[in-house]
């Protein structure tokens, strides 16, 4: 639901004095046709249709002025065609009694019936389904695309325009004006104009008018609903200076129940140590083992060759150990690191310096109080009011 600028409202309930100044020719046209000059007004009116600055206004009076003037050289026909042209512009047009005589307005309603019949949209009592009010619609729904609901508390003489679009069969929206309501709660009922229109905002149908409102009654109990749902939001309360103390921050230790659970104990220190010393009682053989194997088979080798010699059976025992030291070194540096590492992650988050991530919110399906208030907030940027006569 949305608002239209002020100006729209004028046009739509308001005939200004002041209107856009017609095309030279049109103006031509219609003083020869008032002088009974029908050829020359029709002339004028070709010349008029054929210009490129000829504004939407200024087609609708081409159709009538080209109707009235074929009509009065008894060509209904082509009155006829220029009348039909006319309503697909204007479906709300109406004639000035004083430039049709009577033959011309019987002839003008005849070709107003054939199109309401064709194209016409019907416009039913309004209603109020809780806090939205509902416009059921007839006919040729199709043919709308939203609803102007111009409102006003009882004897007041500004309207509030709102825009209601079109769903199905009728239309439907909130009217969220607090100040509307109010009024409207005070008098007991609220004065309202309807008015389908097209996608380019032509007018297709209209219940009521600015001198003849529709009154819909509203009970007390009806604009309470309404007010609880159009008034905004009340600001979130600040809390007094110095009560932030009030609630301190939550204790380190609720944080660490959020961790794998696994108590510290002291065994995990203890093995820590203990593979640590393994790792470099290990490396220490290998070096060892390494360095004596390195010096017994240079004896052994060298002066008196290798077959039997004690010398060599000790190097090759002693070489021998080399990749065993070097198993349990790699082993016990495996076992070191793994359990010093689950023994600083568990005393990390039971003791409380690591905060876990907060939790993600599930989304929320979004709810028809929801619609309702972003309504709101989009019809209070655009609030305008009109002034009716």
């Not at 065609?81 to 512009?89: I, T």
């Not at 009030?246 to 203890?270: D, I, R």
């Amino acid at each position: 639901m949305s608002r239209l600028p002020a100006a729209a409202c004028v046009v739509t309930l308001v005939l200004c004095a002041a209107v856009a100044e017609a095309h030279p020719d049109v103006d031509a046209a219609k003083d020869a046709y008032l002088n009974g000059d029908f050829p020359a007004a029709l002339n004028r009116l070709d010349e008029a249709e054929r210009s490129p600055t000829a504004t939407e206004e200024d087609r609708v009076a081409i159709h009538w002025y080209r109707a009235a003037s074929h009509h009065a050289q008894g060509n209904t026909d082509e009155a006829a065609a220029a009348l039909d042209r006319l309503l697909e512009l204007r479906p709300l047009f109406q004639p000035d009694r004083d430039e049709a005589p009577p033959n011309l307005r019987a002839l003008f309603q005849r070709r107003l019936t054939a199109y309401q019949e064709a194209h016409g949209v019907g416009v039913q009592q309004p209603a109020w389904d809780g806090a939205r009010l509902v416009i059921p619609l007839t006919g040729h729904v199709e043919e709308a695309s939203h609803v102007m609901i111009f409102a006003r508390p009882p004897d007041t003489t500004d309207y509030v325009a709102f825009q209601l679009p079109v769903t199905g069969t009728h239309a439907t929206g909130l009217l969220p004006d607090e100040t509307l309501w109010h009024g409207v709660r005070e008098a007991g009922a609220m004065d309202l104009v309807v008015e389908v229109q097209n996608a380019r905002g032509v007018p297709l149908a209209r219940a009521g008018n600015a001198l003849v409102p529709l009154q819909l009654p509203v009970t007390p109990e009806q604009a309470d609903i309404v007010l609880a749902t159009v008034a905004p939001a009340p600001p979130p309360a600040t809390p007094p200076p110095g009560t932030e103390a009030a609630n301190p921050a939550p204790p380190p230790t609720a944080q660490g129940e959020k961790s794998s659970g696994l108590p510290v104990t002291p065994w995990m220190g203890m093995a820590g140590c203990t593979g640590a010393s393994t790792a470099c009682l290990g490396l220490t053989t290998f070096l060892g083992a390494t360095f004596f194997s390195g010096i017994l088979l240079s004896e052994a080798l060298l002066p008196n060759g290798f077959g039997g010699n004690i010398q060599g059976f000790l190097a090759i025992l002693s070489f021998s150990m080399c990749p065993v030291a070097t198993v349990a070194c790699v082993n016990s540096g495996l076992l070191s690191a793994c359990t010093f590492t689950l023994f600083l992650s568990e005393l990390y988050y039971v003791r409380g310096l690591a905060v876990p991530p907060p939790a993600v919110p599930l989304p929320r399906q979004p709810t028809e109080a929801d619609e309702d208030a972003d309504l709101v907030d989009e019809a209070s940027l655009q609030r305008t009011r009109t002034q009716a006569y």
